[in-house]
């Protein structure tokens, strides 16, 4: 049990160490400190793991609060979900951090930097270790607070500052959701404990409204920290972090929050087939425009970041269509082969001297092999060609799809088609053809040092065969993920008799797996004929017309948010701060003081005038709410006393 | 009951040392008479019951309150160190006030006689009057001290007429007599209605609700900024208990009545307060906003009303106080160490680089923003927490979806200080007094303290 | 039936009502022939200058707050007299009674010339208040050179 306690423990210390010790500890110790706090906690889940017998294990530490009528506790509970969250963590946080030991072993923010990573470690521990909804919550915004410190870690730029502030408060507007949803849990429920609260859900019925209400405010909170539409603009922004930390954050963990939340709570999200038909369809939706504003991306990163918003999406879909288990396996997969692209990605910039655009790159193959066949790989296993992992997860989840919606099932495929494209797009551009950056930049070209690879070879190993834990049922090889995860859809099969039903027949699912992978590999031979060649560079930003224009710019979403959500909420406040606040009372403020060129009496007028008008105003609000509260009455208890 | 004799007369004992002590010695003077009555407030401890012929209550939870705001005024002494140095400064009696002013806000919280808050009232501020004009030299300061005066006297005025109509339809000036009447009276009630209502605009106005909220910004911003700490934490924590007093003891059978009205002002407060506060540059106007918008909040509890909104409220008071006199200490060295035009700078931007300038600032600055903004692992969180809870208890949804939704526009300008404290900057080193330095290491130690571990507060109520 | 305040209200009324009778009656009787001597100020037959609207010295202003300090003690210390000697509480008490009512007032009166020992000790009850201050200016002449000149031409 002390193992439990110690798995956030870990990462906490190295914070300390790392924050505290800031400026003082030296450049070599830090990247130990930080990199050997994940490393125990890992071997910590390990052993955890391994103590492990299929029931629940609840460590409650002590009283988070008690009071009449709410109680919660600081409290994990180990079960099969949150060992395979944990391992999923630690085991691609451990990789990130020697990564980064590496990738920012030049930058001046190093110790602050690992203090962060040790940080949101342990926050994201918090979050999927926390035995109710309120340690979810705290983690829950403890990753968002350590996105915004990651974001803006090179915080000298501006428009850094303002993508970290941006992903902060659209994360805030989703826990919004959340935090409803918490409340009306603890109104309906009196619990946040999940094995309480899911032992009580059981007595509602499918449908039932309350739950509804619940499950969409806590999807409302999962759309933002796993940027869904309408909030998933932040994601692309928060590429202005170091690389690392898209990897790690923005790709790897923090934004499977989401789906972890909604497998977690998956005995409510049964009971409520609306939210599930809902999220299917925002997740499809987001799983499409995604692919799409990846296909003409020329930012390496941006177009990483739109396809990870994009596999959300499928992650999403999947969920909606109750295949939670799927869902959660395409996180783990995913975990592993955008964590290697990403930080490939990041060698290859780290080769280009910090260029991130890749018409500048190309014919890097030769150049940096280690990290262009890991790249391969990582785009193979994006791809959905089997053997490698993210095969096995999105046919998965295309399989329930198919059970579920067949015109669900057709876009899912056209976005599979559509990922396959844009990452060899960006394959055979970034390595293949020749150079076309500068002479300088030619002459930097290097691979990356070993801490930089070994992640990478790491990853790439874990990306091809990482989907073995789960084969199709028609190969009759063990589903060892379902099996493992089975305890904790329990509560599902009891309330919902249509949970986890399989109508679909072995031929049929042959037949869609083919029919997969017949699209990857055309997508993928099509993307070879346009790019392969590495002749056909993307063109300069103000030669994109027409529609692809729109495509480019995003569809301009987030110029529409400027317009439609931030201008108007802006011109608020700006009237009340300049006008009313500054011209109306600041001027007059102002003039006294400048005092000394008025006379005296023109100040005292003034004076008055203003003091005046708040007086007035403030009249006014008492008049109104005297009548708002009283006016009806007011008038009937006239009329009784002039009756009498 | 014992801090409020002991304050009165370290008063007047304060005033009398400043004629024969050394300037820099009367702050050790005053943080000790602070401590002597914060130790006789147990006095009273686990002997509840009435006091002076039925004008004091004193029970343990009023005790606690008390407590609060004993220790929120030790920590405001303790970031006036080396403030007021200078010759035309005179802190006895700035600190005498101040224990006067806060014997007013003792007797507001344990009131159980009308005339009795009316008096706390006045003391409290009476004295916030003179402490907002004590810089004489300043025109803002004074002209900010006139406004208070003329616009606490309206309310005053406002509230007085209240207490007449109250006590024109029960004939008693006790606040439990609200209740025995409410029932049984049919002409007397409507002017115990209209007295209800008045009463809880002039108490609304001196904790700055919207839309009585007028006067905060400009005397925030010209108040002298040690009294400004004072005046967002004090007297706000003072008011609202006196509120809550009343709504629980007299008015608590209307509650369908005010909580109609109630939720209006919150509103308007959390919208009111966080969206003007985005674009104010002024630091000092920034607090006042968000001080609007806070008290939105904490006026949540007074529609909870159940069994825990006492507690929560004292939850959230303590870690108000503790956030702002944080906020506003660190803004005070750093603005007395950025002198523009002759005066301290208080545009946000002082606080650019003061990572680099005194790491230890910068941290203690982000904890306090976070535990405004209500961020978790931050004491501000939990009392958010709390009484938002309270809130959803009695079903008030749009109001804890509006809140939500404005503690996230807060974020916004409680950031910006913070994304300038991390700004690269090759201003020197800020040294600060070991006082004020260990002062505000104490609010940022609590406010994670009750971060971690609410209960070991909360439990306390 | 009329009741206490009622008598007040009548008296009030009647109080008014007298005035103007009596005003009215000499309006009625007196003539009326204004010239500018008349219509002009009495001051104690100077010639006024200015408007009343001057800045008076705040001396006065501190003055009349101290005055109106004792003044309002009066209004107190009446009904606290005629509550102190009464008979029947001296009796029922032994006298406990007038000992006690005899503290509190001394503390009050006690407490009110504590204020007035500050604003003396202040120097707020001097008409000129005796200030020195210091200031920051560094001279370039030397302070010896001025006593000098001052003990050569004593």
């Known amino acids: 049990m002390t193992f439990i306690a110690l798995i956030p423990l870990f990462p906490l210390i190295g914070f300390l160490i790392n924050g505290l010790g800031y400026g003082k500890i030296s450049k070599t110790a830090v990247p130990w400190i930080g990199t050997g706090a994940s490393l ?324 890097l193959w030769s150049k940096i092999k280690i990290t262009a066949i890991t790249f391969l790989v990582g785009t193979i296993a994006i791809s959905g060609i089997p053997p490698f992992s993210g095969f096995f997860s999105k046919d998965e989840i295309l399989a329930h799809v198919f059970e579920h919606n067949k015109i669900m099932w057709a876009l899912g495929m056209l976005g599979s088609f559509m990922t396959a494209f844009y990452m060899f797009r960006l394959f055979f551009v970034t390595f293949k053809g020749s150079f076309r950056g500068t002479e300088e930049q030619k002459h930097h070209l290097h691979e990356s040092p070993k801490s930089m690879t070994t992640p990478l070879i790491v990853l790439a190993v874990l990306s091809a065969i990482g989907g073995f834990i789960g084969f199709p049922e028609v190969f009759h090889l063990p589903h060892r993920l379902n099996e493992f995860l089975s305890p904790i859809f329990e509560n599902s099969r009891l309330v919902n008799s ?147 | 009951m014992y801090p409020i004799i002991v304050f009165s007369v370290s008063g007047l004992l304060m005033l009398f040392l400043g004629l024969s002590v050394n300037k820099k010695s009367l702050l050790p003077y005053n943080l000790l008479f602070m401590l002597v009555g914060l130790a006789s407030n147990f006095l009273d401890w686990n002997a509840p019951g009435l006091y002076f012929n039925g004008m004091l209550e004193i029970s343990n939870p009023i005790i606690l309150v008390q407590w609060v705001l004993i220790f929120a005024a030790i920590l405001v002494s303790g970031i006036s160190s080396r403030q007021f140095d200078d010759t035309h400064a005179y802190p006895a009696e700035y600190y005498a006030i101040m224990q006067f002013a806060l014997v007013g806000a003792l007797i507001m919280v344990s009131f159980q006689n009308l005339l009795m808050l009316f008096v706390g009232l006045e003391i ?33 005025g406002i509230f007085l007429f209240g207490v007449a109509m109250f006590y024109g339809a029960t004939g008693s000036f006790d606040i439990s007599s609200g209740n025995s009447v409410a029932n049984n009276l049919l002409e007397g009630k409507m002017f115990f ?94 607090l006042a906003f968000s001080s609007i918008s806070q008290a939105g909040f904490m006026l949540l509890s007074l529609i909870g009303l159940g069994a825990q909104s006492y507690g929560n409220l004292g939850f959230y008071s303590l870690s108000y106080a503790l956030a702002t006199i944080s906020a506003f200490g660190v803004f005070l060295v750093i603005s007395s160490n950025t002198i523009v035009e002759g005066r301290p700078s208080e545009n946000i931007n002082v606080f650019d680089g003061l990572f680099s300038r005194n790491p230890d600032l910068a941290i203690i600055l982000l904890i306090s923003m976070l535990s405004l903004a209500g961020i978790p692992l931050t004491s501000g969180f939990w009392s958010k927490f709390f009484v938002l809870n309270d809130a959803a208890a009695k079903g008030y949804f749009w109001i804890l979806i509006l809140g939500v939704l404005m503690s996230a526009v807060s974020l916004y300008y409680y950031f910006n200080p913070i994304r300038a404290s991390f700004k690269k900057t090759d201003l020197g080193k800020i040294e600060i007094s070991s006082l004020s330095k260990y002062t505000l290491y104490v609010c940022a130690a609590l406010t994670i303290l009750f971060g971690i571990a609410p209960n070991i507060l909360r439990s306390l109520f | 039936m009329v009741s206490q305040f009622g008598f007040v209200l009548l008296f009030m009324i009647a109080g008014i009502f007298l005035v103007l009778l009596v005003l009215g009656i000499a309006r009625i009787l007196r003539p009326s022939r204004p010239n500018p001597e008349k219509n002009a100020i009495y001051e104690s037959g100077e010639e006024t200058e200015g408007t009343a609207h001057v800045s008076f010295n705040l001396r006065f202003y501190i ?89 050569k031409y004593a």
């Open chain 1, 498 to 644: 249509s949970f986890g039903v399989v109508h679909i027949s072995h031929n049929l699912e042959l037949i869609l797996m083919g029919a997969s992978v017949l699209v990857a590999v055309i997508s993928i031979l099509f993307a070879y004929m346009v790019f392969g060649n590495g002749k056909n560079v993307p063109v300069a930003d103000s030669e994109v017309v027409g529609l692809k224009k729109l495509v480019y710019n995003k569809y301009y979403i987030d110029e529409l948010y400027n317009k439609v959500f931030v201008g108007p909420i802006s011109a608020i406040s700006f009237f009340f701060a300049n006008v009313i606040d500054k011209k109306l009372i600041d001027k007059i403020v102002n003039s006294v003081g400048e005092g000394v060129n008025f006379s005296s009496k023109k100040i005292k007028e003034l004076q008055v005038g203003v003091t005046g008008s708040y007086i007035l105003f403030m009249t006014l609000g008492i008049l109104l709410l005297v009548l708002y509260q009283f006016g009806p009455s007011l008038l009937s208890t006239f009329n009784l006393l002039q009756n009498k």
């Open chain 1, 40 to 363: 125990l906690s890992f071997v910590c889940v390990l052993l955890a793991y391994l103590n492990f017998k299929e029931t629940a294990i609840i460590v409650n530490l002590f009283d988070w609060i008690s009071i009449a009528g709410l109680n919660v506790g600081f409290s994990f509970q180990l079960d099969q979900l949150s060992i395979i969250m944990l391992f999923v963590i630690t085991g691609v946080g451990t990789l990130i951090h020697l990564y980064s030991a590496g990738y920012m072993s030049h930058d001046e923010g190093y110790g602050k930097f690992f203090a962060y990573l040790n940080l949101f470690l342990f926050s994201m521990i918090l979050l999927v270790l926390g035995g109710n909804y309120l340690m979810m919550f705290i983690g829950w915004e403890g990753v968002g607070l350590c996105s915004y410190l990651l974001i803006g870690f090179w915080n000298k730029n501006t428009d850094y500052a303002n993508a970290a502030r941006k992903a902060f408060i659209m994360n805030r507007i989703g826990d919004v959701g959340f935090l409803i949803g918490i409340f009306l849990i603890l109104q309906n429920f009196g619990t946040l404990e999940y094995l309480e609260v899911f032992e009580k859900a059981k007595a509602f019925h499918v449908g039932d409204g309350i739950i509804v209400a619940i499950t969409m405010a806590l999807f409302v909170g999962a759309m933002g920290k796993s940027a869904q539409i309408p909030l998933f603009t932040w994601l692309p922004d928060a590429m202005a972090g170091p690389t690392p930390v898209s990897a790690l954050i923005h790709a790897a963990t923090m934004v499977t929050s989401g789906i972890y939340m909604i497998v977690r709570s998956n005995v409510l999200y049964t009971l409520s087939p609306f939210t599930l038909e809902f999220i299917a369809w925002i997740g499809l939706a987001t799983a499409l425009l995604g692919a799409t504003i990846g296909l003409f991306q020329n930012d390496i990163k941006k177009v990483l970041a739109y396809s990870t918003v994009s596999q959300l999406g499928y992650m999403f879909l999947g969920l909606g269509v109750m295949a939670y288990s799927s869902g959660l396996f395409h996180v783990i997969t995913h975990a592993f082969f955008k964590a290697l692209l990403f930080l490939g990605a990041g060698s290859v910039i780290h080769a280009m001297s910090d260029d991130q655009d890749i018409r500048n790159m190309g014919g």
């Open chain 2, 193 to 286: 209605w209209l007295g209800m209502v008045f009463i809880f605009i002039g108490l609304l106005f001196k904790i700055s609700a919207a839309p009585f909220h007028f006067w905060t910004a400009d005397v925030y911003q010209g108040a002298p900024t040690v009294f400004s700490a004072f005046m967002a934490t004090i007297v706000k924590t003072a008011v609202i208990f006196a509120l809550f007093r009343l709504a629980a003891y007299s008015f608590n059978l209307e509650y369908e009545n005010w909580s109609k009205f109630l939720v209006i002002i919150i509103g308007l407060s959390m919208v009111i307060g966080n969206v003007t506060a985005v674009f104010q540059t002024n630091f000092k106007r920034v």
């Open chain 3, 63 to 151: 003055v009349a707050l101290i005055f109106i300090l004792f003044d309002v003690e009066l209004v107190l210390l009446f009904p606290w007299a005629s509550v102190f000697g009464d008979k029947a509480l001296f009796d029922d008490t032994k006298g406990v009674w007038a000992i006690y009512a005899g503290i509190e007032m001394f503390i009050f009166v006690f407490v009110l010339a504590l204020g007035l020992v500050y604003a003396w000790k202040k120097g707020h009850l001097d008409w000129i208040k005796p200030s020195q201050e210091e200031t920051n200016f560094k001279s370039p002449v030397p302070k010896e050179l001025y006593k000098d000149i001052n003990e």
């Open chain 2, 124 to 156: 409290l501020s009476v004295g916030l009057y003179v402490l907002t004009g004590s810089d004489k030299r300043n025109l803002r300061g004074n002209e900010a001290a006139i406004k208070y005066f003329l616009m606490g006297s309206f309310a005053t």
